[in-house]
């Protein structure tokens, strides 16, 4: 029995499978016979020797399926065991490209994510959700609690349904025990086998594929065992976990030879993973060296595996360590300090270890992955799985280093990881009993240990510090990203950053870590020639500090909110503190940094910042317990100052030649994602150092470092040692803007979070106005991204409705979409503007200026200030008391100085100083102002002021008194050439002498700074221990002069100013007047009292002046007094203003500037009065009432011929023969017209199956099935002019008005051809934009000389009879093909004409034009020509609303071309002559007699005038008639066809009455026959049609088919009288426009009801003696020949082919009149409903779910865009759909992106969107994800767009497609 085979039968395999489970389930353990046959069994069907081709494998699969089964049928055990399932979870696990949704309200994790259907089963109606598409792949947490509330649960898991469930029978799952293991430990073993330790190289791929793919239906089959729930779940996790089956299968004891061998490759495996083997180290130094400079990181952790035990590698380390990367070396760290075990020692115990390990070293396979992460409902399998991941973290980080695919599987992981740790109970359990907290951390150090440099920064030669070498693939790729993620997403439960926080070793590990990234990607500034390769490092770098420094210490920083947690926020400050210290040991630094160096990297002052900001606003530290010495605070602050010094630099252009990517850095550093973990950290910490250091020693430092100490000399010249001059002016401008930011931003100094909220939203909203996303994208939030917080309580849309106002979307007709923004409220600008914020948030400046001009124009606006406003001074809010030190910076003696003298500078224009220069002091002054000290007495103050100054400045500290004071003489170093030495110093004679005793007056600038210098150097070696250790000599000389030519010397100034006459002066300097200063409070007590002044708020510099002398006024009565007597002094005219060659350049710019202007203002003037029309041709789609409503052609004055200015060579005149000008025209072949449906519902765009759109009652079928019922019953010639043709795929020509010579075309398409610039379109193809206004075009239409003669004719009415008339035009169709003479002979005009009708047929596709049955027949050009003029004039009635009652000239007036079309096509028409007998014509006005010879003959018959389209015929006289036409013929030929219309409409409707009816009508109206005017009246009429009609079988068998539609109401008079002005409508409209177009005159407006009667007297066919009292229809009618016999005529035809198709009859009298006009399909209200339903609708020709799938707009249809698998000879599907639903002409919405495509030809363009949140934004490709709403506005322009073919015109940005669509 044992020996059934592998191969048997299913038959055999049930019965084996049955008696083994009755013999085990029996005798449970006892029966050891049943089990080893089993055994057996299993070990043959299953081992891999058994052949891994796929009939072995699927036959193994079979066993397996059998045994578990037990014989049963699979399918019903499968329903067996889901019985048992307590579906809690949803857990439904994707991939990558997945749809799924997160809901912020519901979820507890910010990575909670949920399908499409939980979501949508689940209430989450107003909630904050978003769809998104998976990167990674993710499993939907519906049901579980730990990561969202419960509210959010789907309905199926809602229900706690453990209780319910029954517990499992045992024997049901009895065969699952047994089978399994041996079953996964088949699969171990396939890999096992299938993994060759590489030798040198990278596992090959393809053989690890090979393996992947046989297995691939095996894993699936376990796959499917955990979708049969939880019963089958915990039975697998048994087998995983158990660690009895492993040691009994996989140790490789046993006599199996096979599962030996796969033992011993398992070992060799485990070695070759760098686990504790020396051999492997061999090869990876091979490798390295092979590799030279590569930057491959399989080296691994070489140093870290050197362990005590093995000494002799150590020696070969070192080979390998110096093995360089580039230039830079590679530096290892020495290993001690790392937990050995951690990184080395993988051991397995039970099958899941394994099967883990296996994952990795194949490097995670979806298929594996999606298995693993199936089980994890299992919640013992989720605790076992978990533990086993984070025991092979390292080995997981050391196959992520060495793999190709490092993306992929980094998706991979996170895939697994973020399902493990956002659960905070598992993540805490992990924590506490695997150490998860050391791996990781220990994890990450290993692996940015593999790229350590030295590092460069300070001290080159000596450094010992090292930082990660941004070039290195393991930053550039982010490779590091999954760690880093997996440690951010642990720091977000609570539970576990406080384990973090509260271990050391840990503390000081992670600073180890981060120091690693202190100092990267350092930047050497460039001084002599430009870098010649650009470093893209930069990315990589502040990724980096983001990621791994910045986040994990925002995720740190959320857990220290409250007091209880001060001890952790000690510990962080002590060991960055410990850190930076041993940083600034490594560099060797001293107390100056290395000029022309810069790094943006500083993560652990950043700590350090951030945690101290904490400590002060949170948790109530004091500050200074946290502040190191004064030495250290010196050191820490240099860093950052070089930092925003240098971005000084860079702005100022002096970095240029590191080409652009430092600028890349200074934007970034600013940029609203870094901007709060870089810049915002480093300000702050300059102002905790700011407020603690002496303020003189800042404020020098400052200067020093912005390198304008030199400029900073009352000199009017001086010598820059650091800087060109080019550079000072901007360099002085950063370092006050930067004091200026320093001492006026609060963000960390005591703003609450509300306030910072708003402050962040006004600045950004001042720049620009913004879109709701956009800002969301700009503020800076808590940048932790699980947070998923925005500071302050207040959310964000209270806060923006409290700031701005919404300005909803607009539309304007010319095409341009806004969005729906944001802009800011009146009062913002009034009172919150900050410019201070804006400058410290703008990437560009240019965003600065933006703002500027917005506040500017509010003031104009609002009439508060004309004139160039400044920047206002805004007040700060409160100041924490921690941080009060800092306002010691306004008032110190150093700033004052600087202040003074470039007060002083700017009075005398010296160089180099600009208006913002002075700005920013006048706000410094006002600073110091608003923030003095407590008021000084006044008294004490005049008392030995003497004594107090010793330092012959200033006496004291405080601005208030030092403003008042005076400054009589400077000693000033100048260079010898400076006007200054060539002064005498004054005589000694004035009353003090203080000139000559130097000590008091005089004074030399700025000695001051090398004096603090000396003060400081002698406070750290006092501080140092080791005395005068390391203190270089200081370089105090510097401010001396550095022996540079010219020689410099001393020269004294007299100056004797005070910088309050200093601010009065510049007041009369601002304001170009003497004396203009005039204190306020002489006039006005009151002034003094109230300190907010309106009055003041808003100004130029000189409200400014006037803000900042009232405010020192206010703070001390000497000041006040002080003012008034500068005032009194009548001030000595300012220093006549030489004008300084900058300002003179200024000058000649304003005038040069006012020439152009003037000059520009002339140029205008005569362009625009060439192109009056310009702007309306060009911009409108539709406009109301075009003023010049005269025709193109016409010119006002009566000239004989018109007159055309041609746009290109500027020449007026007549079009001729020899020189025909013509009209600019696009041509382009339409289908809108054929979308018409009868039905006024506008069709819905289908979403659910049930749905479908059938194209039955689109006007294009209805007209094409007609076509072709004639074309099957009548002679073909006589068909193809009964009707016309064009609704599908018609040509439409529109112009944009503008003439120009042909030849003049010809030679400007010639030169388009040279000009290979032009992208839009395509030269080729004739294509061209019209030289002046830029409108598309493609031809040229001839404009028919002569051409205002017949105009006058439609004044003289004539008296001829009506059958004159009908004679003269009889003879004029005769004359047919002979044309005027004057085009006899081939003219240019006719050569043009004839190129322009190939124009014309080239349009539109071949199977448009052909209808014919013998191809290439003349007749079917005829048929195309008339088409063309019908098309165009169908196409206008539409875009007048379908009807004619707003009369006017046509608002395509202007546009239109009409009446010129009509001279080509009729000169063409007449080519071809219509054979005499069978002229409609005379059908239509003779009375035939010879009846029966025409039924006699053989061939088919014609088609009866009853059934022929009266609007084709129109067209076909016309245009067959010699050109120009005369009025009164044209109107002949309307009443003759009225006449066979108005019968028509009798047919149809005798056709629609039931039987009775008709009866009744026959018999009433055969009484009234008698009348005198009889053929006037529809009764007679009808009943005569009627009786006619009897005499054939055309109204039998009305019974059988019910046709009659109204059969059931009763046709009373009038509804029959407005049933024939219905039907005789449609013809009305085209024969007026058709009048409009050719004789000029207006079309008369009317109500809708009157719509008949006004066009009919329009048409003349009303007769003069009618009264409007007793109107009818009839009433215009005019009979040429006896009504009654010609009647009887028509319907005769109709009798005679009645007897021979008696079915079709009636089918083709009843004519369709009424079509709706064209229309959109009616898009749903919510795109979700679209996108649910076509996201994942398969393709109909290939079934699978396209990658872009789209929808037409137009008609519904399906397509792929881009898709292969639709490609039909190189047209992809939405091109050829384009082709063949709108003749080339396609609108789809793309269902991935909500936004919609336009195909034109051969071109395409993004149009938009016409989905918008609730913000009124587009959401293109759906990044978003929020829901969107349809905005039928944006909608209706479309369709605006679509029906009046303005595509082209509009939409700017047209590509080619090459058919790829």
Known sequence: MAGVGAGASAQEKRATAARLKAALSFSAAEDSEAAGELQALLERALSPSAGSGSEAVSEALAWCRCLLAGGEPWDSFVQAVRAYDPATLCGLVWTANFVAYRCRTCGISPCMSLCAECFHQGEHAGHDYNMFRSQAGGACDCGDGNVMREAGFC??????????????????????????????????????????????????????????????????????????GGAMRSVLTQVLTNQQFYKDLSSGGGENTCAKKSHEKYLVALKGSGLTFPEDKLACGVQEQAAGASTSVVQGFAGATSTSGQGDSSDEEDQNGSQGVGKRKRVKLSS???????????????????????????????????????????????????????????????????????????????????????????????????????????????????????????????????????????????????????????????????????????????????????????????????????????????????????????????????????????????????????????????????????????????????FLSKAVKCQELDLDSLLPDQEM?????????????????????????????????????????????????????????????????????????????????????????????????SMLEGALTFLVILLSLRLHLGMTDDEILRAEMVAQLCMNDRTHSSLLDLIPENPNPKSGIIPGSLSFESMLSAVADFKAPV???????????????????????????????????????????????????????????????????????????LMRLLHCKTLHIVLFTLLYKILMDHQNLSEHVLCMVLYLIELGLENSPEQESDEEDSVGGQERCHDSWFPGNNLVSNMRHLINYVRVRVPETAPEVKREPPASTSSDGSAASQNSGTVQVFSLVAERRKKFQEIINRNTTEANQAVRPKSSMKWSAPGATPQLTTAILEIKESILSLLVKLHHKLSGKQNSYYPPWLDDMETLIQCENPKYLHGDGMTAVERILLKAALQSRLNKRIIEEICRKVTPPVPPKKISPAEKKTLDKEERRQKARERQQKLLAEFASRQKSFMETAMDVELPDADIAMEIATAEQHVSEAVYDCVICGQSGPSTEERPAGLVVLLQASSVLGQCRNTTEPKKLPTSEKEQIYPWDTCATVYEARLATLQHLFKDSSCLQSVSIGWEGGVYVQTCGHTLHIDCHKSYMESLRNDQVLQGFSVDKGEFTCPLCRQFANSVLPCYPGNSVERSLWQCHSNKNMQDLIKEVEELQEQLGTFPVSISSETNLSKEMESVMKDIKSTTQKKYTDYSKSPGSPDNDFLFMYSVARTNLELELVHRGGNLCLGGASTAGKRSCLHQLFHVL?????????????????????????????????????????????????????????????????????????????????????????????????????????????????????????????????????????????????????????????????????????????????????????????????LGLLPSSFQSSQFSSASCLDWPVPAFDIISQWCSELVSFADKHPTQVKILLIQETKWDLPRLLQLPENYNTIFQYYHRKSCSVCSKVPKDPAVCLVCGTFVCLKGLCCKQQSYCECVLHSQNCGAGTGIFLLINASVIIIIRGHRFCLWGSVYLDAHGEEDRDLRRGKPLYICKERYKVLEQQWVSHTFDHINKRWGPHYNGL
């Not at 009508?1561 to 009234?1568: D, E, P, R, V, Y």
């Open 155 to 228: 309905k199926r898991h809602r229900i706690k349904s453990s209780s319910e469930v029954p517990s499992v029978p045992k024997d049901l799952l009895l065969m699952s025990e047994l089978v399994l293991p041996q079953f996964i430990f088949c699969l171990i073993q396939y890999l096992r086998e299938g993994y060759d330790e590489p030798v040198l190289d990278v596992p090959s791929e393809k053989d690890l594929l090979k393996i992947l793919q046989i297995l691939e239906p095996h894993i699936s089959f376990l796959e499917d065992l955990t979708k049969m």
């Open 336 to 610: 001690s300090t790392k937990d050995q075990s951690i990184m080395d020692v993988l051991k397995h115990k039970c099958f899941l270890e394994e099967l883990l390990f296996w994952t990795i070293k194949y490097e995670f396979p979806q298929k594996m992955v999606t298995f693993l992460l199936n089980m994890l409902p299992d919640q013992d399998y989720k605790i076992a799985f978990t533990k086993t991941f984070v025991q092979h973290y390292a080995f997981i980080m050391k196959t992520l280093k060495k793999s190709h695919e490092s993306d992929t599987m980094s998706n991979r992981i996170v895939h697994i990881s973020v399902q493990l740790f956002s659960n905070e109970e598992l993540a805490r359990q992990v924590t506490e009993e695997c150490q998860l907290l050391d791996i990781m951390v220990t994890v990450l150090l290993y692996m940015m240990e593999s790229c350590l440099i030295k590092s460069e920064l300070q001290d080159e030669e000596n450094s010992l510090h090292v930082v990660v070498n941004c070039g290195e693939a393991l930053l550039k790729n982010n490779t590091y990203w999954p760690l880093v993620s997996d440690f951010i997403n642990i720091l977000s439960h609570q539970s576990v950053a406080k384990k973090f926080l509260e271990d050391h070793r840990l503390l000081v590990t992670w600073m180890n870590f981060v120091s690693f990234f202190q100092g990267m990607n350092l930047n050497k500034r460039e001084l002599n020639e430009h870098v010649e390769f650009e470093s893209q490092t930069y990315y990589a770098a502040f990724a980096a500090e983001l990621e791994a420094c910045a986040q994990p210490m925002w995720g740190l920083l959320s857990h220290c909110k409250v007091r209880e947690t001060q001890e952790y926020t000690r510990n962080v400050v002590r060991y960055c503190i410990e850190a930076l210290q041993d940083w600034f040991d490594a560099i060797n630094f001293v107390d100056e940094p290395t000029p022309n160096q810069v790094t943006f990297h500083l993560p652990l002052h950043r700590y350090y910042a951030m």
């Open 633 to 729: 605070l010196m050191k820490l602050m240099v860093h950052p100052l070089q930092i925003q010094a240098s971005l000084s630099e860079i702005h100022s252009n002096m970095w240029v030649r590191n080409g652009l990517q430092i600028k890349g850095q200074a934007m970034t550093y600013v940029q609203s994602h870094f901007c709060n973990s870089m810049i915002d950290p480093d300000i702050y910490l300059l102002q905790v150092c700011a407020s603690r250091i002496d303020p003189d020693y800042f404020i020098s430092s400052v200067f020093e470092r912005f390198k304008v100490v030199d400029l900073l000399t009352m000199a009017s010249q001086h010598q820059n040692t650091m800087l060109d001059s080019e550079h000072e002016k």
């Open 811 to 885: 539309f304007e007709p010319g095409g341009s979409m806004q969005q729906g923004m944001y802009t800011p409220k009146a009062e913002v600008w009034d009172k919150e503007f900050d410019p201070v914020m804006v400058i410290l948030r703008t990437v560009y400046r240019r965003d600065v200026q933006s703002a500027m001009d917005r506040y500017t124009a509010f003031l104009k606006q609002s009439g508060k200030v004309n004139g160039n406003p400044w920047p206002p001074y805004k007040k700060r809010t409160h100041l924490h008391s921690s941080y009060k030190g």
């Open 1466 to 1658: 009729a000169m063409h028409m007449r080519l071809y002559s219509i054979d005499s007998a069978y002229n409609p014509w005379k059908k239509l006005t003779q009375l035939m007699h010879d009846e029966n010879s025409q039924m006699s003959s053989e061939e088919q018959p014609e088609v009866p005038v009853l059934y022929r389209d009266v609007s084709s015929l129109l067209l076909i006289q016309i245009l067959t008639m010699p050109q120009p036409l005369r009025k009164e013929h044209f109107t002949c030929i309307i009443k003759v066809l009225f006449t066979l219309l108005y019968i028509q409409a009798h047919v149809a409707l005798s056709i629609k009455c039931n039987a009775e009816d008709r009866m009744t009508w026959m018999n009433s109206g055969a009484l009234k026959k008698s009348i005198s005017n009889a053929k006037k009246s529809w009764e007679v009429l009808l009943s005569h049609v009627i009786s006619e009609l009897f005499k054939g079988k055309i109204y039998e068998r009305e019974e059988t088919e019910d046709l009659a539609m109204d059969s059931t109401s009763a046709w009373c008079p009038h509804s029959i009288e407005t049933y024939l002005q219905q039907f005789c409508l449609p013809f009305l409209r085209i024969t007026s426009l058709l009048q409009h177009h050719l004789f000029g005159g207006e079309l008369p407006s009317c109500q809708e009801d009157e719509e008949f009667t006004v066009l009919a007297n329009c």
